[in-house]
């Protein structure tokens, strides 16, 4: 099911690498936490990486754009045909070549090819592992809150945020708990609309998990001093200057979420995804409202436990219409049980809110704590940033005598 906006353009910018590994290396407690989830869970269970990307670029198949780009490269050359096969299959018409960008000088070449396109919107993805979970009606909303922004804020980079949902949301503000916490950014909403926050940032957040100008990432790449190795936005040093103006939209709902989600957050709350059994061959079997769990069914129980969790018995925890979008097309069955229907069970359907801790898991917090921390972040950033100008004033002043 393809979906599109006539007012917004909008091209899907795939340049990636895909390692040839289904382990999870490194021996942080992070990477510890994530060896137990996989292991601890059928469904959960470690993929090879070009499944997950595969299943990643399955996910933006449901949305309609106006040109796909897909540039990659494989560690494992064997798999090349394979996946450019593979990516032929979903996007028909899409330019697919065997080249990923690696400096800033690729970036560019690739995207002043799209100039014929005008200035459209770019889902710029160096990312290979964000799979887009909404339904594609989301994000041409958010786009429409981004172009209405673009006309009152014109001397600024409008950006959009799509993915770390729930990270962005609970930094864009004063009132909120991680505001401040990453990169020193002291973040304020200018805007709401029922479909997106509107959020100036006070340092310029060109993190590779949004959606951009083309003539945005044109000027990034053209006037960047870096002559090496580019493989992200972050590796420009434009990112975090605290001299490009930018406003964020941050999307109310979730679009995207990394497969291995955010390990340092509440996983009862933002858990890891997983590939379905049966989802390239269209026979997902999903099990809804049982309070016991089967491999090779999809467990859905709103009231459960994380399949990943000791005694779990959920692989997910939503309403059946919750579901990620792109699964849709691809069930082969449902299986439903009877206890759905119990009037009791019924009501607490009802009540069932499974996006305000999602959104704000910090939300049970006393404002009064939330106010303390942000002073003292407010507090420390803006002392430090002074400290910022006054060295660079001074630098140049002795470095001139």
């Known amino acids: 099911m393809c979906i599109n906006s006539k007012k917004n353009?909008?091209?899907?910018?795939?340049?990636?690498?895909?390692?040839?590994?289904n382990i999870i290396d490194g021996a942080s407690i992070m990477h510890q936490k994530l060896n137990n989830i996989r292991n601890g869970s059928y469904s959960y269970r470690r993929q090879w990486k070009i499944d997950v990307v595969k299943?990643?670029?399955?996910?933006?198949?449901?949305?309609?754009?106006?040109?796909?780009?897909?540039?990659?490269?494989?560690?494992?050359q064997d798999d090349s045909e394979a996946?450019?096969?593979?990516?032929?299959?979903?996007?028909?018409?899409a330019l697919i070549i065997n080249e990923r960008s690696?400096?800033?000088?690729?970036?560019?070449?690739?995207?002043?090819?799209?100039?014929?396109?005008?200035?459209?919107w770019i889902f710029f993805s160096p990312n290979n592992d964000h799979p887009y979970i909404a339904n594609p009606y989301d994000i041409d909303n958010v786009l429409n809150d981004a172009e209405d922004t673009e006309i009152l804020?014109?001397?600024?980079?409008?950006?959009?945020?799509?993915?770390?949902?729930?990270?962005?949301?609970?930094?864009?503000?004063?009132?909120?708990?991680?505001?401040?916490?990453?990169?020193?950014?002291l973040s304020k909403i200018i805007g709401e609309t029922e479909n997106s926050y509107i959020v100036r940032n006070n340092r310029f957040?060109?993190?590779?998990?949004?959606?951009?100008?083309?003539?945005?990432?044109?000027?990034?790449?053209?006037?960047?001093?870096?002559?090496?190795?580019?493989?992200?936005?972050?590796?420009?040093?434009?990112?975090?200057?605290?001299?490009?103006?930018?406003?964020?939209?941050?999307?109310?709902?979730?679009?995207?979420?990394?497969?291995?989600?955010?390990?340092?957050?509440?996983l009862d709350t933002i858990p890891v995804l997983f590939i379905p059994d049966g989802f390239f061959d269209n026979k997902?079997?999903?099990?809804y409202g049982y309070k016991d769990a089967l491999d090779g069914y999809v467990n859905i129980n709103p009231f459960g436990h994380y399949s990943f969790l000791d005694g779990g018995n959920a692989d997910l925890k939503c309403l059946l219409n919750q579901i990620p979008f792109f699964w849709k097309d691809k069930i082969e069955s449902i299986d439903i049980c009877s206890d759905i229907y119990n009037k009791?069970?019924?009501?607490?359907?009802?009540?069932?809110d499974y996006y305000s801790d999602l959104s704000n898991p910090y939300r049970k917090i006393p404002r009064i704590f939330i106010y303390i921390k942000s002073l003292f972040s407010y507090t420390k950033i803006t002392i430090r940033e002074k400290l910022r100008i006054l060295y660079q004033q001074v630098i140049p002043f002795f470095s001139n005598r």
């Open 55 to 76: 299943y990643t670029l399955s996910s933006y198949s449901v949305i309609k754009w106006d040109k796909v780009i897909i540039r990659f490269e494989c560690e494992n």
């Open 205 to 266: 957040m060109s993190d590779s998990a949004k959606l951009f100008r083309l003539s945005t990432l044109i000027n990034l790449f053209e006037t960047t001093n870096n002559n090496g190795r580019v493989i992200r936005l972050e590796n420009l040093e434009s990112y975090l200057s605290p001299n490009i103006k930018e406003i964020a939209v941050h999307p109310k709902k979730e679009l995207c979420r990394h497969y291995d989600a955010y390990l340092h957050m509440n």
């Open 9 to 21: 353009r909008k091209i899907l910018f795939f340049d990636t690498f895909i390692v040839d590994s």
């Open 83 to 93: 996946f450019y096969n593979f990516s032929r299959s979903i996007f028909p018409s």
């Open 102 to 120: 690696d400096t800033a000088k690729k970036y560019l070449d690739a995207l002043l090819s799209l100039k014929s396109y005008g200035n459209p």
């Open 344 to 352: 009791k069970f019924s009501k607490k359907l009802k009540a069932f």
């Open 284 to 287: 997902i079997k999903i099990r």
């Open 153 to 185: 804020f014109p001397d600024y980079y409008v950006s959009i945020l799509f993915s770390h949902f729930t990270e962005g949301n609970i930094s864009i503000s004063h009132e909120h708990f991680l505001w401040g916490y990453y990169a020193w950014n």
